[in-house]
């Protein structure tokens, strides 16, 4: 690769694209609405909501010093962050609380990004966000899931046309949006079903000796004012 390649790759990388029309905005936005509210869809696209969560609990981890062993995603859409360190104080409990708040705000700071016009950056910033999480993988299921969502993002950011990245782009910041909310109400869900004491918002209970109905208030309001704050960047911009 020669020096011109490399700076055409940083120009496109720092500079900024042309905004999408209206139109465009407001159609992927009712896209990502319909999968997030459609079960058939929903139960496919899941996996990248798990993507995110997953990634939230191991950056959180590594940010605040305890030792990332792995990553595991599953099937049914479910996943397993292992990390080794203190089981209490704040490094514990951002970590856990990470994983609920990770898909919403993901899609807050890509509404940010897209406000400003950095569409390449915001396709190749996951590109890299993915290949770093493929690292920490353990199971073939995850790591396919992983492979194929990068491969995605990549081909859509290096074999597409403008339109169509921009397209892409506002598609997954509006579904990581929209969708922030659902995962909240399924535990909400099973944990009424349940009642296992092993979910996000129990841990985090026990940790802070508070109610896990504060926990899931947490969730519910990280996601409603980032869906909030995101489609102001969006729309009104």
């Given at each position: 690769?020669?020096?011109?390649?490399?700076?055409?790759?940083?120009?496109?990388?720092?500079?900024?694209?042309?905004?999408?029309?209206?139109?465009?905005?407001?159609?992927?936005?009712?896209?990502?609405?319909?999968?997030?509210?459609?079960?058939?869809?929903?139960?496919?696209?899941?996996?990248?909501?798990?993507?995110?969560?997953?990634?939230?609990?191991?950056?959180?981890?590594?940010?605040?010093?305890?030792?990332?062993?792995?990553?595991?995603?599953?099937?049914?859409?479910?996943?397993?962050?292992?990390?080794?360190?203190?089981?209490?104080?704040?490094?514990?409990?951002?970590?856990?609380?990470?994983?609920?708040?990770?898909?919403?705000?993901?899609?807050l700071a890509g509404a940010a990004l897209l406000?400003?016009?950095?569409?390449?950056?915001?396709?190749?910033?996951?590109?890299?966000?993915?290949?770093?999480?493929?690292?920490?993988?353990?199971?073939?299921?995850?790591?396919?899931?992983?492979?194929?969502?990068?491969?995605?993002?990549?081909?859509?950011?290096?074999?597409?046309?403008?339109?169509?990245?921009?397209?892409?782009?506002?598609?997954?910041?509006?579904?990581?949006?929209?969708?922030?909310?659902?995962?909240?109400?399924?535990?909400?869900?099973?944990?009424?079903?349940?009642?296992?004491?092993?979910?996000?918002?129990?841990?985090?209970?026990?940790?802070?000796?508070?109610?896990?109905?504060?926990?899931?208030?947490?969730?519910?309001?990280?996601?409603?004012?980032?869906?909030?704050?995101?489609?102001?960047?969006?729309?009104?911009?």
């Amino acid at each position: 690769m020669n020096v011109a390649s490399i700076t055409e790759m940083w120009d496109r990388l720092t500079g900024t694209q042309p905004d999408p029309s209206r139109w465009l905005i407001g159609a992927t936005a009712l896209l990502a609405l319909a999968a997030v509210m459609t079960h058939g869809v929903w139960r496919i696209v899941r996996n990248a909501v798990t993507i995110a969560h997953e990634g939230g609990h191991g950056l959180l981890a590594l940010l605040t010093g305890r030792r990332l062993e792995g990553i595991r995603l599953h099937s049914d859409t479910s996943g397993l962050t292992v990390s080794r360190g203190k089981p209490h104080g704040l490094g514990m409990v951002l970590t856990a609380a990470a994983g609920y708040t990770a898909p919403p705000l993901l899609g807050l700071a890509g509404a940010a990004l897209l406000a400003a016009g950095h569409i390449t950056a915001l396709l190749w910033g996951a590109t890299a966000l993915l290949l770093v999480m493929l690292v920490m993988i353990r199971n073939a299921y995850g790591a396919v899931t992983v492979v194929i969502t990068g491969a995605v993002f990549l081909l859509v950011s290096w074999l597409t046309k403008a339109q169509v990245q921009a397209a892409f782009a506002y598609l997954v910041v509006w579904f990581l949006l929209v969708g922030g909310a659902r995962p909240v109400a399924e535990l909400q869900r099973t944990r009424r079903r349940e009642r296992s004491g092993s979910s996000d918002a129990d841990q985090l209970a026990r940790l802070t000796h508070t109610p896990a109905a504060l926990w899931l208030f947490v969730f519910y309001a990280v996601a409603i004012c980032s869906l909030v704050g995101g489609a102001r960047w969006l729309l009104l911009r």
